[in-house]
């Protein structure tokens, strides 16, 4: 509708669920009087900023396709989901474990940012940052709880930055990046819970027997690709796994 001015919402305390999206927006503070709100959804509007009031009950906020430059100013202690996608954020610096104490899906998809730096949110479960130009992992050691992780379209040649610390990361997506050796997949042994990989569109997914190498590296997998991991696969790979261990013994 091509909103500019959404002040009259300032007297509708007891409002819950608000879609404001695909208008001209560029304020939040007429939202602040709003404290009963649960569910916030702006999309495609003109918003540069992410700050508004801290709300107590707001869980769920979806702010796609703005021009917002940074995650300073969200506060919200029961916020549980956080979409950000397609805006002009390149830090994630300024998420504040200590007020976003309950978010467990994080969407920052087809952002700029450089790194992972600053992700320090103990409760996230899912993390999404497909097309978002990183070529590096940083400060994943306390995603304790993490278990999805889309890193798919990014730049990623070499795959350090994981750690045993993320125990509970069961889905890795690291489709159509720039990974080329197995030697860089030998170093996601380091998850101990992970069940699916997708490794398509990368130059090691291009080698000979491929899936084998990899189910030799990371004999837990249940999925790689598209493909569940049949028994016949595990077993040819349990073979290569032993007989490369006792080269390395000899």
């Not at 007429?30 to 900023?49: A, V």
């Not at 990974?179 to 819970?193: A, C, D, M, N, R």
Request: glycine share 4%.
């Amino acid at each position: 509708r091509d909103l500019t001015d959404i002040s009259l919402l300032q007297s509708f305390i007891h409002l819950r669920y608000v879609d404001l999206s695909e208008n001209k927006l560029q304020d939040l503070s007429p939202l602040s009087s709003l404290t009963e709100l649960l569910w916030l959804k702006m999309d495609g509007n003109l918003l540069t900023s992410a700050c508004m009031e801290e709300l107590s009950y707001l869980q769920v906020i979806s702010f796609d396709r703005n021009r917002i430059k940074d995650v300073e100013g969200i506060t919200h202690p029961c916020l549980a989901t956080l979409s950000l996608k397609e805006n002009k954020i390149q830090t994630m610096l300024g998420l504040s474990q200590d007020k976003l104490v309950s978010l467990q899906v994080l969407e920052l998809r087809g952002n700029k940012l450089q790194s992972t730096a600053g992700l320090s949110l103990p409760k996230l479960k899912k993390l999404y940052l497909a097309q978002t130009n990183i070529s590096s992992l940083e400060g994943l050691e306390g995603l304790e709880e993490l278990e999805t992780l889309h890193l798919r379209d990014n730049k990623f040649e070499t795959l350090d930055g994981f750690s045993s610390s993320m125990k509970c990361l069961q889905y890795l997506n690291l489709r159509n990046n720039g990974i080329s050796s197995f030697q860089e997949v030998g170093k996601l042994q380091v998850l101990p819970t992970l069940q699916t990989l997708v490794l398509l569109d990368n130059p090691c997914a291009e080698e000979p027997d491929y899936r084998l190498e990899v189910l030799a590296l990371l004999p837990h997998l249940q999925r790689l690709d598209k493909e569940a991991v049949e028994e016949d696969e595990q077993a040819e790979a349990m073979k290569i796994r032993r007989t490369r261990q006792e080269e390395r013994e000899k």
